[in-house]
């Protein structure tokens, strides 16, 4: 019997799975704009964003745009990748529960 | 755990990446005003330089049009809030922007050199560049209305290269007509259709 794989951690947090599942489909994102999607406070967001940020699934830029600051985040390859693993063990795990 | 309660959460699991993923990409652009526009905007032209027999009147009018652009995008986007962009979306801005720099200066070059002796010439390279662009917008889209836009601009490049000047100014403003005021008044509608539903999701 083939073995079943380990979910990552970093990525397995309901927060952070969104916040990488939003990034993926998009160049990158501002902090308001990823609030407003998942719907979570300041100082959640922050703190899942900096374990993103830390386990080098995204990359921040911090810019001024008209006198305005804006925090942009955007996935890097390993976050692509991570999630992209994620999803097959997910898969795996699930077997042919999926569509039922 | 149970076994069961694991399997539900897994599936919550992925049920969640499929919804944001779906949420990130929703992100309704407006693009059927561009096209009418420039529609107008060639219909100004043409009936200036036309009527007056203005050498500027193109140039003029294409300035004057990318800058209300700008200005409406500017206004949309400080009403609208941040929008992330999409690398679709990002492609296509690239290929009509690329067409638009390549069109002012082509088309300007041809004109200050004194070499636009035919209209037909003007038309004929003014409709391939355009072609080009909605081809091009509509591969990335998959949409084969678009690609229709862009047939019937290459038949009025044809129509400009082997018909007289009056066949080649009807295939001009008939392609104009269509694809920038009829297509853009139709993605208009589209748009908006979006935007309804997506208010109904939220």
Redesign the interface.
Known sequence: MPELPELNPVI?G?LR??LL??????????F??LRS?TGSTDGNLGAQLAKLEEAGYVAVEKKFVQRKP?TLYRMTEAGRQA?TEY?LA??Q??GG??GD | MTANAE?LE??D??S??????????R?TQSYGWTFVLWGVAYYVAIAWSSLCHYGLAWPITMISACVLMGLIVWLKQSKC???????KS?AIWATWISMAISMFVLLDAIGFSGRMTDWRIFAAVASTLIATANAASSMILKWKLQFACAVVWWVAAVVSCFGTVNQSSIAFLAAIFLCQIVFGIYLMIRESIARKQEATHA
């Open positions: 397995h309901k799975l969104a599942s939003l990034l993926v489909g998009v160049e990158e994102a501002e308001t704009w999607k804006q999630l999803v997910l898969k795990l699930l529960a999926i | 399997e897994l599936k699991r992925l969640l990446i499929e919804s944001m993923i779906a949420e990130g990409r992100t809030g941040y929008k992330p962009e999409t690398t990002r």
